[in-house]
């Protein structure tokens, strides 16, 4: 069963979680319930004499299936790596900042290929990892104003691009992220409000002549409104706060960004409101840019190659 269990999920959670933690945290849950329920059955079947799984002489037979089930994990673990890589090489030219988040989200704006999607990610990254953890507990949204979860993330990934930009050149992007969020629930009506405060950098380095431009950002990431659209879905109006700033290799400030995208996200509440466990991304959209950037969709890539290339 848990042979069954790694060949079935660990490859497309690799592929379609883009927290790389997050996709780890799901395959130990679903791994420990298996495994506790095949252990269950299998001690059950010994009893009655039906299975030869734990023989004679049980030190023996429980050292070989604990090594066998630790094989099984280490193959789960080995796939969802596989799947977190293959996701990335997917994305290729103006998109390759989204290359270095492993983790998206399906949160894209139309900066996919800016500074602004960089920011972006410390938030969608607590968002899956919070989504596990809420899953794991199965929370349910209380009537009062209530903190449900308060957790600190960290997450950090490299990323090769072989034609960064369309510009025949291989880059190396670094990318670290760590901070704090939070979830509790607010109104009369419990619904699940969460924010996030993050910090990290994102690195973007010429593997030919060793230039680098590294973008260090700060943001603060909250949810300003959740309304309940009484057909099984919620609307959620995130807001984002911070700012970026982008150094070359000398350490000089070269770009900076202000600002963040306001972004309205459509969930399917999978029938529960007040619990964000069974909660699936429907879609996202645009609402307000208050932001002033150096980089944007448009000239991100002449940017950055103006520095590296």
Same mark, same amino acid.
């Given at each position: +069963?848990?042979?069954?269990?790694?060949?079935?999920?660990?490859?497309?959670?690799?592929?379609?979680?883009? *927290?790389?933690?997050?996709?780890?945290?799901? &395959?130990?849950?679903?791994?420990?319930?298996?495994?506790?329920?095949?252990?269950?059955?299998? +001690? +059950?079947?010994?009893?009655?004499?039906?299975?030869?799984?734990?023989?004679?002489?049980?030190?023996?037979?429980?050292?070989? &299936?604990?090594?066998?089930?630790?094989?099984?994990?280490?193959? /789960?673990?080995?796939?969802?790596?596989?799947?977190?890589?293959?996701?990335?090489?997917?994305?290729? /030219?103006? #998109?390759?900042?989204?290359?270095?988040?492993?983790?998206?989200?399906?949160?894209?704006?139309?900066?996919?290929? =800016?500074? +602004?999607?960089?920011?972006?990610?410390?938030?969608?990254?607590?968002?899956?990892?919070?989504?596990?953890?809420?899953?794991?507990?199965?929370?349910?949204?209380?009537?009062?104003?209530?903190? @449900?979860?308060?957790?600190?993330?960290? $997450?950090?990934?490299?990323?090769?691009?072989?034609?960064?930009? /369309?510009?025949?050149?291989?880059?190396?992007?670094?990318?670290?992220?760590? !901070?704090?969020?939070? @979830?509790?629930?607010?109104?009369?009506?419990? @619904?699940? &409000?969460?924010?996030?405060?993050?910090?990290?950098?994102?690195?973007?380095?010429?593997?030919?002549?060793? *230039?680098?431009?590294?973008?260090?950002?700060?943001?603060?990431?909250?949810?300003?409104?959740?309304?309940?659209?009484? $057909? !099984?879905?919620?609307?959620?109006?995130?807001?984002?706060?911070?700012?970026?700033?982008? &150094?070359? =290799?000398?350490?000089?400030?070269?770009?900076?960004?202000? !600002?963040?995208?306001?972004?309205?996200?459509?969930? $399917?509440?999978?029938?529960?409101?007040?619990?964000?466990?069974? #909660?699936?991304?429907?879609?996202?959209?645009?609402?307000? $840019?208050?932001?002033? #950037?150096? @980089?944007?969709?448009?000239?991100?890539?002449?940017?950055?190659?103006?520095?590296? !290339?």
């Amino acid at each position: +069963m848990i042979a069954i269990l790694t060949i079935l999920v660990a490859l497309p959670l690799g592929l379609l979680v883009r *927290n790389r933690l997050a996709a780890h945290l799901i &395959y130990a849950i679903l791994f420990a319930q298996v495994f506790t329920f095949q252990t269950a059955t299998l +001690m +059950m079947e010994w009893v009655k004499g039906s299975t030869e799984a734990f023989p004679a002489d049980p030190t023996k037979g429980s050292f070989g &299936y604990l090594a066998f089930t630790s094989t099984i994990y280490a193959v /789960g673990f080995g796939l969802i790596t596989l799947g977190h890589w293959l996701r990335n090489r997917r994305r290729t /030219g103006t #998109d390759a900042s989204n290359a270095v988040h492993a983790t998206t989200s399906r949160h894209s704006g139309k900066r996919g290929g =800016s500074s +602004m999607e960089l920011k972006r990610r410390a938030a969608i990254a607590s968002g899956a990892v919070l989504l596990a953890l809420a899953t794991s507990a199965g929370l349910a949204g209380p009537a009062a104003a209530e903190t @449900l979860e308060h957790e600190h993330f960290t $997450d950090s990934s490299t990323d090769v691009e072989e034609d960064f930009c /369309g510009a025949g050149i291989t880059v190396q992007i670094d990318f670290q992220v760590e !901070g704090n969020f939070v @979830l509790h629930a607010k109104g009369p009506e419990g @619904l699940v &409000y969460s924010q996030a405060a993050s910090h990290g950098t994102a690195t973007f380095t010429n593997l030919a002549n060793g *230039n680098q431009i590294t973008n260090v950002f700060n943001s603060a990431d909250k949810d300003r409104r959740v309304t309940d659209n009484g $057909d !099984g879905t919620l609307t959620i109006l995130v807001a984002p706060t911070g700012g970026d700033k982008w &150094y070359d =290799s000398d350490g000089k400030l070269v770009f900076q960004d202000s !600002g963040g995208l306001w972004t309205e996200i459509l969930v $399917d509440d999978g029938g529960t409101p007040t619990d964000p466990s069974d #909660d699936e991304f429907i879609s996202a959209r645009e609402v307000k $840019d208050p932001g002033k #950037d150096d @980089l944007t969709n448009d000239n991100f890539c002449d940017q950055i190659l103006s520095v590296i !290339g």
